[in-house]
Structure formats: structure tokens, C-alpha cells
């Protein structure tokens, strides 16, 4: 016989809100996501329970009684939450939700999906654990659990809700699972239904799935059932968009072939080689790499301070999500302007001038329709507007000089890191199996020197200032305007080339700047 045991840290609290639904002779359980993951042996710190009971008036007055934080998530469904916070990265979540049919057994077949539909009596959950035979498992869960399976509970899963279709595909990911066969048939069919999710439950999801180390695979399976293009319905028109002989694939193909190279190079930051969680019965075990990556099994990336990369791509922007996250939403839409760009000239040549603007553009209405934010908007709009210049930057070879490389940094910070990281995933994505070892090579020991000089720009701006703003106004008895922010730049610009190095200099290069007669001092 299985037993299963909480954790030690839970168990305290499970047992005093069973104590307290007993007192209101209410029922509860334990149910969904914890209880699947228990199974496998990883348990979470989010605590999913539902009650025959009143759910918000429970969860308030445990808030009360616990000291923990009460959050009101829904009238109509009677759900609450409660946060407990017992470290400051990951807070232990608590959410209490009133049965949507009369017994637990109904209750979890109206559930998403099989490996969720489990439960256990908050009378069992206790130190001792429980066994196999006090769970609740009416949908045969553990057996697509023990197979791997993404299996829909019922015939209207995805009537009921369309967002479980992403769901599904965001669970394959995370578990590595596959969808079987009915559920994917549903997906594909009831594809359409997806608009009528609000866009802030997608963009969720999306996140969520774009989280998971391997996703790319899966934003193939999105495209496949046409989802994607539900969501993002500015790609389609990149579905057919042939390209010139630099590439290998249509645009859609490289956006997500570019998602792909960005999930092979952040493992590589992280030391990691990638491996395997892709489920076969979905795709190509394969497809987890690059091209390039087949093609050349012995592809490195070996870039200096890899650390201070791999802190930066941790760091939470919108929902908590890392910045590792918008990183591949970027690879895939970086290109979403050729389309509207798009010339043949009378030679056969594909051009796309001006597609990196055209992009930023489309970029913000996808952002302000998905309601990604200013933050994130910002940080999207400013990789895919910039994407070509490090490319731009490498064609000088030796002519490359500081100043260049500092206007590069200047102009992109703060993504600066993250456009030379995204030329290389576009380098990857674009030559594909056609790639030069020798010209990637050249590429990675290049990115490593302008990513140096980069940090050393940050470090100079982060230093303390020669002059400031109110110092010109002062000195050369002006009034505030542009010319003081053109000053100030220059001022930077010279302080990172050496050119200036006391705050004479500085003021002395800002007069002339205010004056109109910097060129002796600055070059253009």
C-alpha cells in the first residue's frame, strides 16, 4: 500500500483549518494541482481546497485566526485566498473554493483535466500521511499520471472553458506529458472558441508556458492546432513569408525556430545541457533543439561572466514571471513586421527594409491587447526595434570602435545584454543547419567584447557623475531645455572614452557642447 506525506511545513496549517471546518460542521478536501504533484513527488506551496461550505466567510475567518492575508478572488464561484508568508521569494497560498456540484465525486469530474480531478479528506491530511486508498481519484488519474498523459475529464472541458486548451498545452510543458489523442482532437476542434477568453487569462498562460525550460516544442503544437495565431493573429501573415537565401525558413518558421536557439542558449548560460522533457507522442523529440544544434552536436557558447547574465534573465517582471520569459517572447516576434515590409525587387531580391519599426509598432498593439504592460511593452518593443544592430555593429569588423559600442549600449540600454544575446539566437535561427562553425565562433567571441565594454558603460554611468543638470544651468547661466540632456550625454560619452576625466573637463565639454562648437572635443 502507497502512502504519501505532506510536507512537514504544511501539515500544521492543514490540520487547524480542518479543525476549524469541523467546528463549522463543514467538509473539505484537498484537491488539483498539490495533490497531483504530491503524487509525483514534488510538492508545491500553492494548497488548493474545496469546501461544502461557505468558502469566503471560512477563508476570512481562518485569515484571522492564522494572521494570514485575505484575498477575495471571486463572489460568484465563493473563492478566496490566503497568503501566508513564509519566505519572501515563494509565500505559502492558500485557496479556498466552495464546491461547484454537490458531492466531491461530481466536483472532480467537471474538472480540466484527469491529473487534476484527485483529492484527499483534509482529515487525512496529517503528518501521517495517507494512502492510496483514502484518495479520491474518479477519472483514473494516476494511471495518466504513471503514463504521462494530458487527458481532458469530460467531452465539454473545452466548451466549458476554452482556456483549458492552453492549459493543456501549458501542463504538457511544465510535466513534459503528452496529449492524448481525444483531447488533442477537441483542442483542434474547438480551436476558435479561444477568442472568447479574456485576454488577460491568455496572456497568463502564455507566460506560464513560455516559463517552462522547453517550450518551444510546444509553441509548434500551439501553432499546429492553430491556436497561436488565435492569440498572436499578427503572425499568420508570416506563416508563407519566404526569405532571402540568409535563411533557411519563412518567417513564422524562424520566429519559432528563434524561441527555440533562445531556450538552448539561456541552458547553456545556466551551465545545463538540454535535455529531453518532450514528450514524443507530441513532437519530435528533436525539436527541443535548434537546427544548428543538431546539425553540430559540439555547438558551445562560451561567454565570459556568465553569471551576471544568468542573475539578469532571473530577474521578475510582469506577474513575477522572469525576464528569461519576455526574452523568448521577443525571439518570437522579433520579425513580426516583415510581412507589412515585405518587396521583391525586379532581380529576385527579398528585401525588408524598415521591418525592426514596423515591428516595435506591432509589438505595442499586441502588448496593449494581451495587456502585457508598459514595463514589459517597453523592454519587447526595444529588442525587436534593435535587433539588427548588433548585426549592423559586427559588419564593421576591425572599423568597430568604443564609441560605437558605447552608442550601441546607450541607445538599448537598459536591454543592451539582451539584444546582443538575441543576435545570437537569430544567428542560429536564421543559417540553421547551413551554419558556420568558424562565423559562430566569430560571433560568440565578439558578443563576449561588446558585452564587456556594455558592463563597463553601465559601471560608468552607475559612478558617481562629473556634472549634473543643475551644474551647466549654473555655471553657464542657462535655462533648463534639451540642450542641457545633449550636454549631459556627451558629457557621459566622453567620461567613457577617457576623454574627459574632472569636472572641469566635463563643464568645459558641456559649454562647448551649449554653444554649439563640440566637434573638437567629440566626435560625430
Known amino acids: 500500500m502507497t502512502a504519501w506525506v505532506i ?28 495533490v497531483r504533484d504530491l503524487l509525483r513527488g514534488v510538492p508545491g506551496s500553492d494548497l488548493d481546497i474545496v469546501v461544502d461550505g461557505p468558502a469566503i466567510t471560512l477563508a476570512r475567518e481562518f485569515a484571522d485566526q492564522t494572521g494570514g492575508a485575505f484575498v477575495l478572488l471571486d463572489e460568484t464561484t465563493d473563492a478566496a485566498r490566503i497568503v501566508f508568508p513564509v519566505a519572501a521569494e515563494q509565500p505559502l497560498v492558500l485557496d479556498l473554493v466552495r464546491l461547484r456540484a454537490p458531492t466531491i465525486t461530481e466536483d472532480l469530474q467537471l474538472r480540466d483535466f484527469t491529473i487534476n480531478a484527485l483529492a484527499v479528506s483534509l482529515k487525512r491530511a496529517t503528518a501521517s500521511g495517507f494512502t492510496d486508498e483514502q484518495l479520491i481519484d474518479v477519472t483514473d488519474a494516476r494511471d495518466d499520471l504513471v503514463a504521462g498523459r494530458i487527458r481532458m475529464c469530460g467531452p ?9 486548451m492552453l492549459r493543456a498545452v501549458r501542463f504538457a510543458a511544465q510535466l513534459g506529458f503528452a496529449i492524448e489523442a481525444a483531447t488533442d482532437a477537441a483542442i483542434r476542434r474547438y480551436a476558435a472558441l479561444i477568442d ?5 487569462r491568455v496572456r ?3 507566460l506560464k508556458l513560455l516559463a517552462a525550460a522547453q517550450a518551444a516544442p510546444y509553441l509548434r503544437y500551439l501553432d499546429d492546432v492553430r491556436l497561436l495565431t488565435r492569440i498572436i493573429p499578427e503572425l499568420e501573415v508570416a506563416r508563407d513569408c519566404a526569405q532571402p537565401s540568409q535563411h533557411f525558413l519563412p518567417v513564422l518558421d524562424h520566429l519559432l525556430e528563434t524561441v527555440a536557439a533562445a531556450e538552448w542558449l539561456l541552458a547553456r548560460l545556466g ?12 513532437t519530435d523529440q528533436d525539436l527541443r533543439l535548434p537546427m544548428a544544434a543538431r546539425r553540430y552536436p559540439q555547438l558551445t557558447a562560451e561567454l565570459e561572466d556568465p553569471s551576471l547574465l544568468r542573475e539578469r534573465m532571473a530577474q521578475t517582471m510582469l506577474g513575477g514571471q522572469p525576464r528569461s520569459v519576455f526574452f523568448k517572447v521577443a525571439a518570437l516576434l522579433h520579425d513580426v513586421g516583415k510581412p507589412q515590409t515585405k518587396q521583391v525587387r525586379p532581380d529576385g531580391r527579398i ?67 539582451d539584444v546582443l544575446l538575441h543576435a545570437m539566437c537569430d544567428h542560429l535561427a536564421a543559417r540553421g ?9 566569430q560571433h560568440v567571441a565578439w558578443t563576449g567584447t561588446v558585452l564587456r565594454e556594455s558592463w563597463r558603460a553601465t559601471e560608468t554611468q552607475r559612478s558617481t557623475r562629473l556634472i549634473t543638470g543643475t551644474d551647466i544651468m549654473r555655471e553657464l547661466q542657462i535655462a533648463p531645455g534639451p540642450l542641457i540632456g545633449r550636454a549631459l550625454a556627451a558629457v557621459a ?24 562648437d563640440a566637434s573638437s572635443l567629440i566626435e560625430e
Open 351 to 417: 528585401t525588408f527594409y524598415g521591418h525592426p519599426e514596423v515591428g516595435a509598432e506591432l509589438v505595442a498593439q499586441i502588448g496593449q491587447r494581451l495587456h502585457v504592460g508598459r514595463e514589459a511593452t517597453g523592454y519587447l518593443q526595444l529588442i525587436v526595434r534593435e535587433h539588427m544592430r548588433p548585426g549592423q555593429l559586427r559588419s564593421l569588423g576591425p572599423n568597430l570602435t568604443r564609441r560605437a559600442i558605447y552608442r550601441f549600449w546607450r541607445d538599448t540600454d537598459p536591454a543592451a545584454p
Open 7 to 34: 510536507p512537514a511545513v504544511h501539515t500544521p496549517l492543514l490540520e487547524q483549518l480542518a479543525a476549524l471546518l469541523q467546528e463549522r460542521g463543514t467538509h473539505g478536501w484537498l484537491v488539483g494541482g498539490y
Open 156 to 164: 465539454t472541458a473545452f466548451s466549458d472553458d476554452p482556456l483549458r
Open 493 to 516: 560619452e566622453a567620461q567613457f572614452l577617457g576623454e574627459v576625466q574632472t569636472r572641469a573637463e566635463a563643464l568645459a565639454l558641456a559649454a562647448n557642447i551649449v554653444r554649439g
Open 196 to 200: 472568447e477568453v479574456a485576454r488577460e
Open 433 to 441: 543547419p547551413l551554419l558556420s562553425l568558424e562565423d559562430w565562433e
Open 204 to 206: 497568463d498562460e502564455l
Open 271 to 282: 551551465g545545463e545541457r538540454p535535455e529531453n522533457n518532450v514528450a514524443e507522442t507530441l
